[in-house]
């Protein structure tokens, strides 16, 4: 009889464990990403931040089919999802700013070009 107690005694306790574990475990996967995405981030081709914001989504989706989220896992999920938008929107505003830069020197060249073409054609005109 005491065999039996002890080792339903362990079950118990190894099921306490894991319940525990597969809680914060949920989680932590999504912690472990945005802090992936926050350090290696800023080398992102646009390529990449697709596949990143398609498996941020996939574990938001994850941790929202649970049902016994606490009001604490709650908040971390959403102090999660602000620290990825911010982080997205950080590397992505860079981009941003490189692709204006870029299309501010077009607009110079194409500007240079149209007086160069206003005073040839004044010029034709005078002569």
Do not use: H
Not at 25 to 35: A, G, Q
Not at 63 to 82: H, M, T
Not at 83 to 108: C, H, R, W
Not at 113 to 124: H, S
Request: glycine share 6%; with cysteine; aromatic share 8%.
């Amino acid at each position: 009889m005491r065999k039996y107690i002890v080792i339903a005694l362990w079950a118990l306790t190894t099921l306490s464990i894991g319940a525990c574990q597969s809680k914060s475990s949920r989680i932590d996967d999504l912690k472990d990403f945005v802090e992936e995405i926050q350090k290696d981030g800023k080398d992102y081709s646009q390529e990449q931040w697709e596949k990143a914001n398609e498996k941020f989504s996939q574990l938001l989706d994850k941790i929202n089919s649970y049902e016994d989220l606490s009001e604490d896992e709650l908040k971390e999920v959403a102090k999660l999802q602000g620290q990825y938008a911010a982080t997205v929107f950080k590397n992505s505003g860079k981009a941003i700013m490189e692709q204006m830069e870029k299309a501010g020197a077009a607009l110079d060249g194409f500007l240079e070009g149209v007086d160069q073409g206003l005073d040839n054609n004044q010029e034709e005109e005078n002569e």
